[in-house]
């Protein structure tokens, strides 16, 4: 199958677009946030350990600046645009393969029908409990799944489609996890399924499905063959409101097939598989003041996802001998997480703190060589939406 080539097609589709709406009205939305985190462990490299898509120990950082802006035109068509700066933006950069810290983690046309909505180029992944924007989060820090689990985004078209005002349903077909363009010679196809109770928008229960080829890198450094590795999810999500609380709630599968030789201590070839589920509650309290808590807990069979972290990757000793294991056979890590914390808004401003505790199952090593399986933190995290 050939690659997906959206900038042309989407450069066509606009100009069109702008040749029938010469003046689109533009809506322009963004956000910001920022955080500091102390733990209690020191790393070898600095980093923070469970938490490593984070800036570092004891450092005040800008987490995420999000600016985007939203374009009508006639017929029902429309263009999103977002970027994304900070150290959010650098992460999500590195990972799709790309340097910087700017992404542009937005970038479509969008068809809007009475029933249907159309979505053509880059888009936010879809599935879990935590957003992309840390404005619209409830918890302060990052939790495990969105971490270790969860994509940031996809390069593709999506169909949405409302069968009734409590039923939808979705079809995705896109380049990949985090992948701007395809590494392989393969699509990630999804279907899902959503319920909005009495057509309320804030309370749902979703179901999504992925499969497709995945691989470690780009051009050259592809290891694992043309058409990639099976890579198969299953996300269950939801959310509900009543009264002055709110849960939502994840549970997420996967598994992805690794050949020969990939993973340390494996001999032939191994699927790898992990688990996860979590739930953050709020309450509010008043004034703007809310109460928030996560539990989270994270299996990893082979540790390919934790492995992200690189205390838990060098616990594994997966860079040992020149050689860069995607995973251990036998790991069989599970990782817990628990946060508490109180917000205060005061209109699109919000102001965060929040005790979190971790654990793992095996034996980590501090900067000091001292053994440990669990760490605390603090976080401060600070923004607002406009």
């Not at 900070?86 to 992404?103: E, F, L, P, V």
């Not at 179901?207 to 198969?232: I, K, V």
């Not at 001999?267 to 008043?286: C, N, P, S, T």
Request: with cysteine; proline share 3%.
């Amino acid at each position: 199958m050939r690659c997906l080539q959206p900038i042309p097609m989407i450069g066509l589709l606009a100009a069109t677009l702008a040749a029938q709406a010469p003046a689109p009205s533009l809506k322009w939305h963004g956000s910001l946030w920022a955080s500091a985190v102390a733990q209690d462990r020191e790393t070898r490299d600095g980093s923070l350990v469970f938490r490593p898509l984070e800036a570092g120990q004891s450092q005040f950082s800008l987490d995420g600046l999000m600016l985007g802006v939203d374009a009508a035109f006639a017929q029902g068509w429309s263009a999103k645009a977002t970027v994304l700066a900070g150290n959010t933006g650098r992460t999500i950069q590195a990972t799709t393969g790309d340097t910087g810290t700017i992404a542009a983690v937005e970038a479509m046309l969008v068809w809007t029908g009475e029933r249907d909505t159309l979505r053509i180029g880059r888009m936010i992944t879809f599935i879990g409990m935590e957003y992309l924007d840390g404005a619209q989060n409830l918890t302060a820090s990052r939790g495990l799944l969105f971490t270790f689990s969860d994509p940031f985004g996809q390069v593709g078209v999506n169909w949405h489609h409302a069968v009734s005002p409590a039923w939808s349903g979705d079809v995705w077909v896109f380049n990949g996890e985090d992948r701007q363009k395809d590494n392989n010679h393969g699509k990630t196809v999804g279907l899902g399924l959503t319920w909005n109770p009495g057509g309320r928008a804030d309370a749902y229960l979703s179901l999504h499905a992925y499969r497709g080829p995945e691989q470690d890198g780009l051009g050259a450094a592809s290891g694992t063959g043309a058409e990639g590795r099976p890579r198969e999810r299953v996300c269950l999500m939801g959310q509900g409101v009543w009264g002055r609380f709110t849960l939502q709630g994840e549970m997420s599968l996967g598994r992805e097939a690794f050949a020969a030789g990939s993973l340390l201590g494996a001999r032939d070839a191994q699927w790898a598989r992990w688990r996860g589920f979590g739930l953050i509650l709020k309450q509010e309290l008043g004034r703007g003041i809310s109460l928030v808590a996560r539990a989270e807990r994270l299996s990893d069979d082979h540790g390919v996802r934790l492995s992200l972290d690189p205390t838990l990757r060098a616990s594994l000793g997966l860079d040992a001998g020149g050689v860069a294991y995607a995973g251990r056979a036998g790991a069989d890590l599970v990782a817990r997480s628990l946060s508490l914390g109180v917000e205060k808004k005061h209109g699109p401003a919000f102001a965060r703190v929040e005790a979190r505790q971790d654990r793992l199952n095996r034996d980590l090593t501090d900067a000091q060589g001292a053994t440990f399986r669990e760490g605390l933190s603090a976080t401060v995290s600070v923004g607002a939406a406009f």
